[in-house]
């Protein structure tokens, strides 16, 4: 499929055609909370549709509006993962196309509207003839930077799928990180038989924090009490699987996505044939004095501080506690003081925890319930005789409040679920170093006696001295890192002086 030669004039208006502002979740318990659709197809991938490039579709969104459509259903960020190679199906994008529409997104990113638009590609890869999966390329480089990627550079080998062997795919990504700064891929739709499934034993720590867990394809979690399971699961490559601490004990994080090839991106509402869910949206949680960027989604994403929605966009905080301190939180890997109890809390906003139905701790052999405890927050307490390996707290909500959020009612049985990304445990000694400081007394790093709290911080070292959570590269706390150290504050001493985002005046007081 190619576009009509007058629409490709039009692709490269689109940003100022664009509207509407994107609606983050509201700003809650000290972070902020950015919904979007890591993957999402256009008229451009050869499978998918647009109702203005000469295609018939029964329901499809117009390529010149998509910025529009992004917005109006309330997306922060998106990726357009249009197809860049093929394994004979035809379903590859016309390069011309997509090297258009590249441009676009470019032109588009941040204009303005609140949306941040990823640069992405839908990337398939074979060994042998024989899938080892779907994965996404997700690019995080500022617009300079990524102004010059193309169709050819989501091409691991040529317009084909088959590689030699799992290396080529991180000899690849270290090419295209070279060239374009940060970049992630993501497994999507793993455990399906169809399209087709993962296989774990091909995954990179260093380009993979994350992993799809839903999408229209349906859940390839591999829950034992599964909603909405995956066509055909294959149970060796669902996501239980690649958790599995005897078998590939990976540390992903959780993601959603629609998979929409309607041009329709955060479209959560359109039901496939004959199934019963929908696409989801991916929640990235960052501190709420960090300045929104395609920068700040890449270390979310790679410090796995993501959940996955059916649709509504909830903030939730999942916290762990030993002896009343909050030791972690969400994705994280943590260590535990041996024989202590962890308390387990999810908070949501109080608006939205009337609507919870269930919540549950997952862990790699059984579930534990947890119990409301007032203000929005559900809590559990984990035997320290028996921690499991890992826990992910999943929140079943009532549909019906979020049906106006979404213009749908997502849900074969009317509900709405919250994934959140796994939290590993690793048990310690109490005072492993000795500073009569353990992690239950907040030490945030129980092997380095000169870290605890009350230790005297030493900035831009990367190391938190005094435990209290803040960006070392941020002295003054204003959000924005100190020059010298790849962040924009001109004066990293004065909380009141800073360089802007890009693209806007430096003020007077920098003296640049």
Request: aromatic share 10%; proline share 6%.
């Amino acid at each position: 499929m190619t576009l009509l030669r007058a629409a490709r004039g039009t692709l490269l208006a689109l940003a100022a055609a664009a509207a509407g502002r994107a609606r983050a979740a509201e700003d809650f318990a000290g972070y902020s909370f950015y919904a979007g659709d890591p993957h999402a197809h256009t008229g451009v991938s050869g499978d998918g549709v647009a109702s203005d490039m000469g295609a018939g579709c029964r329901r499809c969104g117009a390529l010149t509006a998509v910025f529009n459509y992004a917005t109006h259903v309330g997306l922060d960020w998106v990726a357009f993962s249009d197809h860049s190679n093929d394994n004979g199906t035809g379903n590859i994008s016309d390069e011309a196309d997509f090297n258009a529409f590249q441009a676009t997104l470019v032109a588009h990113d941040d204009d303005g509207t609140g949306l941040i638009v990823l640069p992405s590609a839908e990337v398939w890869f074979t060994i042998g003839g024989t899938f080892i999966g779907h994965k996404n390329l997700l690019l995080f480089g500022d617009d300079a930077t990524v102004g010059a990627y193309q169709m050819a550079d989501a091409q691991p080998a040529g317009a084909s799928s088959e590689i030699a062997d799992c290396s080529a795919v991180v000899t690849w990504m270290d090419g295209v990180v070279a060239s374009f700064g940060h970049a992630l891929i993501v497994p999507h739709h793993p455990a399906g038989a169809l399209p087709a499934p993962t296989d774990w034993s091909c995954y990179s720590a260093e380009y993979e924090p994350g992993v799809e867990i839903y999408s229209h394809w349906g859940n390839s979690l591999g829950w034992s009490r599964d909603w909405e399971t995956a066509r055909n699961p294959q149970p060796d490559n669902t996501v239980h699987a690649a958790l599995d601490p005897d078998g590939y004990a990976l540390h992903l994080g959780f993601l959603a996505g629609t998979d929409e090839h309607t041009t329709q991106p955060g479209n959560v509402c359109d039901h496939p044939s004959g199934q019963d869910y929908a696409g989801g949206l991916t929640m990235v949680v960052t501190d709420e004095s960090e300045t929104y960027s395609r920068e700040a989604i890449y270390e979310a994403m790679v410090a796995r501080r993501t959940y996955a929605s059916t649709g509504p966009r909830v903030a939730m905080v999942v916290e762990y506690l030993v002896d009343g301190v909050v030791i972690g939180g969400l994705g994280e890997d943590l260590d535990v003081p041996a024989g202590s109890a962890v308390v387990v809390r999810v908070s949501l906003p109080e608006s939205d925890a009337v609507n919870v139905l269930e919540a549950v701790l997952v862990d790699p052999d059984e579930e534990t319930p947890l119990d409301y405890v007032g203000d929005g927050a559900f809590e559990a307490t984990l035997d320290p005789d028996t921690l499991p390996a890992w826990v992910y707290a999943a929140v079943n909500l009532d549909a019906v409040p979020y049906e106006s959020s979404t213009s749908c009612d997502d849900g074969g049985d009317d509900t709405e679920w919250l994934w959140a990304s796994p939290t590993w445990f690793t048990s310690v000694d109490a005072d492993a170093d000795a500073d009569t400081y353990g992690l239950g007394d907040g030490d945030c790093d129980d092997t380095d006696p000169a870290v605890h709290p009350g230790a005297t911080e030493t900035w831009y070292d990367g190391v938190d001295q005094d435990c209290d959570y803040r960006d070392d590269y941020d002295q003054d706390g204003d959000g924005y890192r100190a020059f010298d150290h790849g962040g924009s504050d001109c004066d990293d001493a004065d909380p009141t002086t800073k360089r802007p985002p890009q693209g806007h005046r430096v003020p007077p007081d920098c003296g640049w």
